[in-house]
């Protein structure tokens, strides 16, 4: 049986998602001992620009033509609306070359071997449900659930999955929900019109598990994030240091560390500067 870590990295006008995912990679093979494997849109340039081949197990090459609008901030007084290419998480059964995989967002930085509990579970599909904000303070009813009259929320930010036949089911009714998605965004009282992965898994879940919530298991641990509110100020060795938004002092911050704690970071600029400086 093969284990392994699947990336899906898709660079926009200002973001690196690339860098973000090869220097992901390293902290996977470093704390967890697992090869990953990268998908994007424009594999000669991961190898030749990025070095890939030394830092992935396989580099696949998958178009991403629909994007979605996105808004993203770095600190609390910095706003941009960029491309957020976010459409093809729904192939990850498709594509991975393991028997046994984890999804990972880029920006979901691994400081632990936590994780590498999801490859001796009995469960053959796993994610997140419960969260914490590093903030103490801010409002987290968002993820809870999809939107306030209706399903528990999912975190598409780390799943874990067996190749199994029901999880084929899964990911193929997660593309029908995206090619579908103004209904079941209806259907689902999901007042943004922004396509979320988060949004269609957790649809995907309510439906596979007869409209109820026992067909995933909770992944190890909880979802621990950093919003694009916040700055993430250093990262050394498992130690991440961050600016955390004050509450009602917009612009101040109170500064935070985490030790050995994998730390879902939301502000990919202030990301983007300290693997630049890595």
């Not at 996105?70 to 990850?92: C, H, I, M, Q, T």
């Not at 965004?185 to 019109?193: D, F, G, M, P, S």
């Amino acid at each position: 049986m093969t284990n392994g870590v699947l990336l899906f990295a898709y660079n926009n006008e200002q973001i690196d998602y690339v860098a973000q995912a090869c220097y992901l990679s390293n902290r996977i093979l470093q704390y967890m001992g697992l090869p990953t494997t990268l998908v994007t849109d424009d594999v000669a340039r991961v190898r030749e620009h990025y070095n890939g081949d030394e830092i992935f197990d396989n580099i696949i090459e998958v178009s991403s033509e629909l994007h979605n609008k996105k808004r993203y901030n770095d600190g609390a007084l910095s706003e941009k609306v960029l491309d957020f290419k976010n459409f093809n998480r729904d192939n990850a059964y498709a594509v991975s070359p393991y028997d046994n995989t984890l999804v990972l967002d880029t920006d979901y930085i691994i400081s632990n071997d936590m994780l590498l509990n999801c490859f001796n579970s009995k469960h053959d599909l796993m994610m997140y449900t419960s969260s914490n904000d590093i903030s103490g303070w801010r409002d987290t009813s968002e993820f809870s659930l999809i939107s306030e009259t209706s399903i528990k929320f999912y975190w598409a930010t780390c799943v874990f999955f067996k190749k199994t036949e029901s999880n084929k089911i899964f990911f193929n009714l997660i593309t029908h929900i995206k090619e579908n998605y103004e209904h079941y965004r209806n259907l689902y009282q999901i007042t943004t019109k922004v396509f979320r992965n988060d949004f269609a898994f957790s649809i995907a879940v309510h439906i596979m598990s007869g409209y109820t919530d026992n067909f995933v298991a909770e992944l190890p641990g909880n979802m621990i994030y950093s919003t694009s509110k916040d700055i993430l100020e250093n990262i050394k060795d498992n130690e991440l240091t961050f600016l955390v938004e004050k509450e009602n002092r917009v612009g101040e911050y109170t500064l935070l560390k985490s030790t050995g704690l994998n730390v879902h970071v939301m502000n990919k600029f202030s990301l983007g500067r300290k693997i630049a400086n890595a």
